[in-house]
C-alpha cells in the first residue's frame, strides 16, 4: 500500500532520491542502504517488481561504493555512487553539493557500459590501474562519458553485471510501459518521493496546504477551488488532514484518464469490460492492419493485469490503458521498428546517415577531437562518417579540424574505433568520408593502417566483375566499410576537395597553400582503397557524351545543393537517383550549427552531413528519418526519387493529395524546465511541424493551458494539406508559452508521416538529445485520407521492391469524446 510504504521510510538529508519516471524531477532524500534492510523496506517495491531485490550485484549497488572517478592524468578523485530505491536512478557524491537533480544520473539514459580500457579516457589517463578494475558508463545525449576505477575486480564486476540487468528489466518493462506506470488503482511508486518532500512535518498525513506542494512539484498548478473540493471529498475523516485511503483515493482520482475511459466505455458497453470482439471492433476503428480476432486475443494475453479476466479474454480498463501506452499503440508503427524494406537496391537509392565533422564533440574552432565522437554517432545509427585528415608528428597522420584550435586525435585511433564499434547497431555498410591533407608519404601510411586495422572489412576490389562501374546494395556491402577518396585516373586526379566560394575561403596563408599542393597528389596506395566512392567535381547537371560512372561522388557544400534543387530541380534529382551526393555545412558555421536537411532530402540527396555533436531541429529530423528500417542507417528513398527518367520536381509537386489531421486531445506528465524551483509550473502548447518539399512545410500549434503540465487537455483539430507525402516528416513539438519571450522547449517526436499509425495514439516525447522523457506523453487522435476520400495505411507492403499505401476505413470521429469531457479543462473530478 502507497501509504504504509511511505509513512515506513525515513529521511537522511545528504543524499537525494529522485524519482526516475518524471524525468526532470526534484531530489528527495533517501536513507542509506543496508544489506539486512535492503529488500524488507517497502521502499524497495520497484526493485521487486522487476524481479531484483534479491539479486546480490543489485544489493551491492544498493549498499553503495567508493569508485575512482577519472577525468585527466592530475584529476582522479573518489566518490561515493549508490543505487537508489527506485532501481531507475544512481545517486553520486560531488565535492561541492549541487541542486538535487544534479547528483543523480539515470539508468535509462545509458547508452552503453564498458568494461576494461575501452574509453578514450581510460586508454589515456587509466593505465595505472589494471582493465578488471575499470568501467565506462556512457550515456545518450551529449553527456560525458562516466571513467570509473573500482576498488577491486569483482567490485567493478557488480555494477557491470547490475547496470545490465537493471537495464535489460527497463528495456523489458518499457514493452509494456512499465506496468505500475499508469493504472488508476495501483500504486504509483514514481509519487511516493513526493509524498515524502510535501509532508512538512513528517506526520504521515497530508494537510491542505501539504496537498498543494504536491501538486505543484508534479508540475500542475490546479485552481484552488477545485483543488480544495476534491480534497474535502476525500477527507472522509473530517479533520482536514488526509491520511492512509485518503490519500490513495485523492491520488486516483488526480491520476485518472476521463479521456481514456470515455474511450474505453464506447466499446465496452454496460459491462465495463472489453470482449475480444469489442476490442476487435476498436482495432478496427483505429485501421489496425492486423485486425482480426485473433490478434484482440493475442492483445488481451499480452497486456491485461487481471488474471481472471484474461483467462475469460476480458480486457479491464487497466488493460485497455496498458495497450494503448504501449509500442503497439503509439504513433509510430511497430512493424517500421526493424528493417522491412527492400535493401537490395543500388546504394544511390538510399538516403544514408551522415556525420559531419565526426570526431567533434563541440565547435568547430576551439572543441575537442575524440574517438569517443565515432562511437557516439555509430550509436545514433551514422553510417557515413568525416575524417579531417592532416600531417601529424612521427609520420603518424591526425585528425582534426586543421587551422584551429580544436585538439588532435591519431588517425589509427580512429581506425581501431571504426573496427570496434561500426557495426554494434547495424550491419550495413560504413563509408569512411576523408578529408585529406597529407603529403603522400602520410598518405601511405593511412592506407597501411586501413588495410592492417581493418582487414576483411575493408572493400579492396568491386564486388561484381561483371558490372564493375555499378554500386552494390546494402544487402551485399553488409559489414563492410568503404573509403570515399580522390582517385587516380589515366594520370589524373578526380577531386572534390570540399571548399566553398571564394568569399568563403578560410585560409590563404603560405601553410594553406602548401597543404592544398600536397592534397593534390594522391598516392597509389590510397587511390586504390576508393573503390565504389570516388571523390569528384559535379560540374554539370547537363547530359554528357560520356555519363559519369556511378562510382563518382560529389560533395557540395549547402549553399551548392540548395542552389541545384532550386534551379535545376529534376535534373539534380535524375543525377541523385544513380549517383551519391554528399552535403555537408557551410564553413561560416563557426558554433558547428546545422542545416535543415529536408531539402537535400527533396532532391534525392543521400548523404547529408549534419553536425551530431550539436541538437536542434535539424538533428530531430535527421533522427526522424532514420527512426525506421529497424534505425540501421539506411532508408529507401520514394519511387519518384529512384527511378532514372523520373519527372519529379520538389519545387513543382502537383495539386495536394493527402489531407492529415490531428486532434492534439491530451499530455500526461511533462516535465519542469526548472526542477529545482517547485513554483515552476509548465504552461504547455502543442505545435505541429510538417517537413517536406517547400509546398508541404508548415507548424501550426495549440492555444496553450495555464500552469499545467501534468495533464493539460486542448481537445484541439490541426489539419495538413500535403502534396508528397511520402517525403514529410510530422514534427511534435511541446513548448512552455512565455508571452514576454521566446517559448521553452519542453519535448518532441518526429517521424515520417508513412510510418504514422492512425486512430488514438500516445506520443512519447523525447529531450533536446534525443533521450526519453518517459513518462511524458501526447494523446493525440490521427487521421491520414487520400484526395479520394479513402483512408491511407501507413503501414507499406512490398511490391516488387517499391513501398505502397494499403487503402483502409477511416478511424471513428472522437468528436463527441471532447463534447462530453469539456475541452480545455485542467482536471476532472471521478
Not at 131 to 148: E, M, Q, S
Not at 157 to 172: F, I, N, P, T
Not at 517 to 536: G, H, N, W
Not at 570 to 577: C, D, K, L, M, Y
Amino acid at each position: 500500500m502507497l501509504c504504509g510504504s511511505w509513512r515506513s521510510r525515513g529521511r537522511q538529508p545528504e543524499e537525494p532520491l529522485v524519482p526516475a519516471q518524471v524525468a526532470t524531477s526534484v531530489g528527495h532524500p533517501s536513507p542509506p542502504a543496508s544489506q539486512d534492510a535492503s529488500t524488507k523496506r517497502p521502499g524497495l517495491r520497484a526493485l521487486k517488481k522487476m524481479g531484483l531485490s534479491e539479486d546480490e550485484d543489485v544489493r551491492a549497488m544498493l549498499r553503495g561504493s567508493r569508485l575512482c572517478k577519472i577525468r585527466s592524468r592530475t584529476w582522479q578523485k573518489e566518490r561515493l555512487y549508490r543505487l537508489q530505491e527506485d532501481g531507475m536512478s544512481v545517486w553520486f557524491q560531488r565535492r561541492i553539493p549541487r541542486a538535487p537533480s544534479q547528483h543523480i544520473f539515470f539508468v535509462q539514459h545509458i547508452d552503453a557500459i564498458r568494461e576494461g580500457h575501452q574509453s578514450e579516457g581510460l586508454r589515456h589517463f587509466g593505465g595505472a590501474f589494471e582493465p578488471a578494475r575499470c568501467l565506462t558508463i556512457a550515456f545518450k545525449g551529449r553527456r560525458k562519458n562516466l571513467d570509473l576505477v573500482a576498488p577491486t575486480a569483482e567490485e567493478a564486476q557488480r555494477w557491470v553485471r547490475g547496470l545490465a540487468k537493471l537495464r535489460a528489466r527497463l528495456e523489458a518493462m518499457s514493452q509494456r510501459e512499465r506496468l505500475d506506470q499508469y493504472p488508476p488503482r495501483d500504486t504509483h511508486t514514481w509519487i511516493h518521493s513526493y509524498l515524502h518532500r510535501a509532508d512538512s512535518n513528517q506526520d504521515s498525513q497530508m494537510s491542505f496546504k501539504e496537498i498543494k506542494n504536491l501538486l505543484r512539484m508534479v508540475n500542475v498548478d490546479m485552481n484552488d477551488m477545485y483543488a480544495y473540493r476534491l480534497f474535502k471529498e476525500c477527507d472522509h475523516s473530517k479533520n482536514e488532514r488526509l491520511e492512509g485511503p485518503e490519500i490513495e483515493e485523492f491520488l486516483r482520482r488526480l491520476l485518472k484518464r476521463p479521456e481514456l475511459e470515455e474511450i474505453f466505455h464506447r466499446y465496452s458497453g454496460e459491462d465495463r469490460v472489453l470482449s475480444a470482439p469489442e476490442l476487435l471492433e476498436f482495432l478496427e476503428d483505429q485501421g489496425e492492419r492486423e485486425a482480426t480476432l485473433a490478434h484482440a486475443q493475442q492483445l488481451i494475453h499480452t497486456y491485461e493485469l487481471n488474471e481472471k479476466a484474461k483467462q475469460h479474454e476480458l480486457m479491464t480498463l487497466d488493460g485497455f490503458m496498458m495497450y494503448l501506452l504501449s509500442p503497439e499503440g503509439a504513433a509510430l508503427d511497430p512493424a517500421h521498428t526493424r528493417v522491412f524494406q527492400d535493401m537490395d537496391q543500388p546504394l544511390a537509392h538510399y538516403f544514408i546517415s551522415s556525420s559531419h565533422n565526426t570526431y567533434l564533440t563541440d565547435s568547430q574552432i576551439g572543441g575537442p577531437s575524440s574517438t569517443e565522437a565515432y562511437i557516439r554517432a555509430f550509436a545514433q545509427g551514422c553510417r557515413c562518417v568525416e575524417l579531417d585528415c592532416w600531417e601529424g608528428p612521427g609520420g603518424e597522420p591526425v585528425i582534426y579540424h586543421g587551422h584551429t584550435l580544436t585538439s588532435k586525435i591519431l588517425f589509427r585511433d580512429v581506425i581501431q574505433t571504426v573496427r570496434e564499434h561500426a557495426f554494434t547497431v547495424s550491419p550495413y555498410p560504413v563509408i569512411l568520408s576523408l578529408e585529406n591533407h597529407c603529403g603522400l608519404e602520410q598518405q601511405a601510411a593511412m592506407a597501411r593502417h586501413l588495410h592492417t586495422i581493418l582487414g576483411d572489412m575493408l572493400v579492396t576490389q568491386t564486388l561484381d566483375s561483371q558490372n564493375p562501374e555499378e554500386l552494390p546494395s546494402p544487402e551485399r556491402l553488409k559489414g563492410r566499410i568503404l573509403v570515399k577518396g580522390k582517385k587516380s585516373e589515366d594520370g589524373r586526379i578526380l577531386s572534390d576537395r570540399e571548399e566553398e566560394d571564394e568569399e568563403e575561403d578560410e585560409e590563404e596563408g603560405v601553410g594553406a597553400i602548401e597543404q592544398r599542393r600536397r592534397a593534390k597528389q594522391i598516392s597509389p596506395e590510397l587511390s586504390a582503397l576508393a573503390v565504389y566512392c570516388c571523390a569528384t567535381r559535379l560540374r554539370t547537371l547537363r547530359p554528357a557524351p560520356v555519363p559519369p560512372q556511378p562510382r563518382h561522388v560529389s560533395s557540395l557544400s549547402e549553399r551548392q545543393a540548395k542552389k541545384l534543387s532550386r534551379e535545376a530541380g529534376n535534373s539534380f534529382v535524375r543525377h541523385n537517383a544513380r549517383h551519391l551526393t554528399r552535403v555537408y555545412p557551410l564553413g561560416l558555421r563557426m558554433n558547428s550549427a546545422n542545416y535543415s536537411p529536408q531539402e537535400m532530402w527533396n532532391s534525392g540527396c543521400q548523404l547529408v552531413a549534419l553536425n551530431f555533436q550539436t541538437p536542434g531541429y535539424e538533428m530531430d529530423l535527421n533522427a526522424g528519418r532514420f527512426l525506421v528500417n529497424g534505425q540501421c542507417g539506411y532508408v529507401l528513398k520514394p519511387a519518384c526519387l529512384r527511378q532514372p527518367n523520373t519527372t519529379f520536381d520538389p519545387e513543382c509537386p502537383g495539386p495536394p493529395r493527402t489531407t492529415l489531421t490531428v486532434q492534439v486531445l491530451t499530455a500526461q506528465q511533462l516535465p519542469k524546465l526548472n526542477a529545482e524551483k517547485p513554483n515552476s509550473i509548465v504552461d504547455p502548447l502543442v505545435r505541429i511541424e510538417i517537413h517536406g518539399v517547400p509546398a508541404d512545410c508548415a507548424r501550426k500549434e495549440t492555444n496553450y493551458v495555464l500552469n499545467n503540465g501534468f495533464n493539460p487537455r486542448w481537445g484541439q483539430t490541426l489539419q495538413f494539406q500535403l502534396r508528397v507525402p511520402e517525403l514529410a516528416l510530422v514534427r511534435f513539438v511541446v513548448e512552455d508559452y512565455d508571452v514576454t519571450s521566446p517559448n521553452d522547449f519542453v519535448g518532441q517526436f518526429t517521424l515520417p508521416l508513412s510510418s504514422l499509425k492512425q486512430g488514438y495514439r500516445h506520443i512519447h516525447l523525447l529531450s533536446k538529445d534525443g533521450a526519453s522523457l518517459s513518462p511524458a506523453t501526447l494523446f493525440v487522435h490521427i487521421s491520414t485520407l487520400g484526395s479520394a476520400g479513402a483512408s491511407l495505411c501507413p503501414t507499406p507492403s512490398r511490391v516488387d521492391g517499391v513501398m505502397e499505401d494499403q487503402p483502409l476505413q477511416p478511424p471513428a470521429e472522437p468528436a463527441r469524446l471532447w463534447s462530453q469531457l469539456g475541452a480545455g479543462d485542467c482536471l476532472h473530478p471521478s
